[in-house]
């Protein structure tokens, strides 16, 4: 059964909420203080809290974080005009808050809202264990989104996942699938930015024989191929506008019709979208659809950058190299903790995606080393995470980078990166006295890296020491 | 851009798509390999470079086969070409991942498409993290 706590000092609202309450069918409990309120609550397990904010040994306000904590939801009892602790409330987690004085009705609409949110949130709660699919990491980041795999895997409403390039996309909406009634039934992955505007439409709705130039046979869609399991539309951003609207039918009706087709065939899929792009910023330039962006977002989860989930680096490069090792057929390697400083120091544009390409890499340059180190690493890699001291600059310009502390305004990362890739190349050719070989020696990339980065920073390089000192 | 090309037994569409490539698509780097064998042993070399698989399958066998290198197309895009006799099979072939299925009666311009609009995407994430 329900279990609510009443906390007000005014016998005439606890007595109404218990009438309330009662005649849902929900026990209660009440107090008139903080301190029997605090009381109550350590000795009971209670679903809702009603909780006035003006007793007469305290504010209700201080035993809000106590409550939240324990996860009972909470709704706030205010005075007249009490707008002030309804917002610090809500502020707090509060589910909602009703204003004196207040009619029976007015009551039973907001308790049997929280009540049934609590409800639903159980359910969520008991979905563990939950299938992680290739999912590694154990940050606060990665769980959240984790949690809402699991909310998502319950319903079978459409999921929009969002995240830079090379976060996962694609294994949450796989952990999506994979933990759904759907699982036993095809997940069917559609790559819209990988497929040209001709195809798009013939590859998702399929085509019938003669429809279009090429079209030599009939041809089911990748739609229908996903019947009874779950389609992800990865990069929908790409979709072309004509496709869009048709899409936005397909989802509505639940049938296809095949391009060039007369009839339409009943289908049934749950839809995952991903994208790396702004769709509310899209749909104002009108590049996507705001209908169809709504249809596709009735649930979102955010992937973190990996830059974000700085803690999770060491567990995916754990797993990576002894997967990567175990593929090309070369002995565990073991790994230096400078190295996993020097991964940390990166900023990760490419993420997880990067990470693996970087330690592919890693991985040949170490050869038939026992041990991986920073050295391993690209150069360029090795850059990012070289430290300045305040004696290497002389001009104004290394200022920005070295004493950051006396700026207004702190740079941008990628500011930040380029101006010490810049200094540590002007300081490069001043120690290496004009010698290519001596730089490309002392910095340990290669000449043509060497020349590379000169270009993009535009010196002149060796021989013509004016433009860089 | 490197690509992959892999076909069992379909040397005539295989040579018909890399004469296509390299006319229509100059400069990709185009690596045939026709047994499973050597296509593992490329796939198996780090930093092989390869940003395309093109798989042209015939056989219900030579899919099972891909299916074990499932993991080796981890940072691949994959483009599966079926013949007409295993059509049926491409539910299976869905297990590959692959962004694009087309048949081995197509005209192979669908495949070429991809291609290239990969090629773009390759360009325009390089250039991002430039």
């Known amino acids: 059964m329900t279990n609510v706590l009443i906390i007000d000092d005014d016998p005439k609202i606890c007595l109404l909420f218990s009438k309330v309450l009662k005649h849902m069918g929900h026990h209660f409990e009440s107090a008139h203080t903080v301190k029997k309120g605090r009381s109550l609550f350590s000795s009971q397990s209670f679903d809702l809290v009603l909780l006035d904010l003006e007793l007469p040994d305290g504010n209700g306000l201080e035993l809000l974080p106590e409550f939240i904590d324990s996860d009972s939801e909470v709704i706030i009892i205010t005075g007249t005009g009490d707008v002030r602790g309804a917002e610090l409330a809500f502020k707090y987690g509060a589910w909602d808050y009703v204003q004196k004085p207040f009619l029976m009705d007015e009551v039973t609409l907001p308790i049997t809202r929280a009540l049934q949110y609590r409800k639903e949130k159980q359910v969520a709660v008991n979905l563990v264990p939950l299938i992680r699919s290739k999912i590694v990491g154990e940050s606060t980041a990665i769980h959240k989104c984790l949690e809402e795999v699991a909310r998502a895997s319950v319903t079978d409403a459409s999921v929009l996942i969002t995240g830079e390039t090379g976060t996962g996309k694609e294994l949450f909406a796989r952990a999506i699938h994979e933990n759904s009634k759907r699982a036993p039934k095809p997940f069917i992955a559609v790559d819209c930015g990988a497929l040209p505007e001709t195809l798009v439409e013939s590859t998702l709705f399929g085509h019938e024989k003669g429809s279009f130039t090429g079209a030599q046979k009939k041809q089911n869609g990748l739609i229908t191929q996903a019947d009874g399991g779950t389609l992800m539309l990865d990069e929908v951003g790409d979709l072309p506008l004509n496709v869009q609207k048709t899409f936005l039918r397909t989802l509505q009706e639940r049938c296809v019709r095949p391009v060039g087709g007369e009839s339409e065939k009943p289908v049934d899929f749950r839809l995952v979208a991903a994208t790396n792009l702004d769709l509310d910023q899209m749909v104002q330039e009108k590049l996507f659809r705001e209908d169809l962006l709504y249809r596709i977002r009735a649930m979102g989860i955010k992937l973190p950058p990996l830059r974000e989930r700085e803690k999770d680096i060491e567990e995916i490069t754990i797993k990576k190299v002894h997967e990567l090792a175990q593929r090309y057929g070369i002995g565990t390697k073991a790994i230096s903790p400078d190295f996993f400083q020097a991964l940390a120091a990166y900023h990760w544009p490419g993420n997880i995606r990067e990470l693996i390409n970087v330690l592919e890499y890693v991985l040949a340059s170490a050869g038939s080393d026992s041990t991986i180190y920073p050295k391993h690493l690209p150069p360029e890699y090795r850059v990012s995470g070289l430290k300045f001291e305040p004696a290497l600059s002389s001009d104004k310009s290394s200022d920005t980078v070295v004493h950051l502390e006396m700026k207004d305004e702190l740079p941008t990362l990628n500011d930040f990166r380029r101006n010490a890739e810049l200094n540590y190349l002007k300081e490069l050719i001043h120690r290496a006295d004009g010698d290519r070989k001596k730089a490309c020696q002392i910095s340990g990339i290669s000449q043509s890296r060497l020349y590379g980065l000169l270009g993009k920073h535009h010196l002149s390089g060796f021989g013509t020491s004016d433009s860089t000192r | ?130």
């Open chain 2, 1 to 130: 851009m490197k690509i992959i090309l892999h076909s069992d037994a379909m040397e005539k569409r295989s040579i018909k798509l890399e004469k296509l490539i390299h006319e229509q698509l100059p400069g990709i780097e185009i690596k045939v390999s026709i047994e499973i064998e050597g296509l593992k042993k490329d796939l198996c070399k780090p930093l092989n470079g390869i940003s395309v698989a093109v798989l042209m399958v015939s056989s219900i066998k030579n899919l099972e086969q891909l299916l074990e290198l499932k993991a080796f197309f981890d940072n691949t895009k994959l483009i599966l070409i079926l013949s007409e006799k295993i059509k049926a099979a491409q539910t299976t072939g869905f297990q590959l991942n692959p962004c694009f299925i087309s048949y081995l009666d197509s005209d192979l311009n669908d495949t070429l498409l991809v291609i290239k609009k990969i090629k773009e995407r390759i360009y325009d994430l390089e250039t991002q993290h430039t």
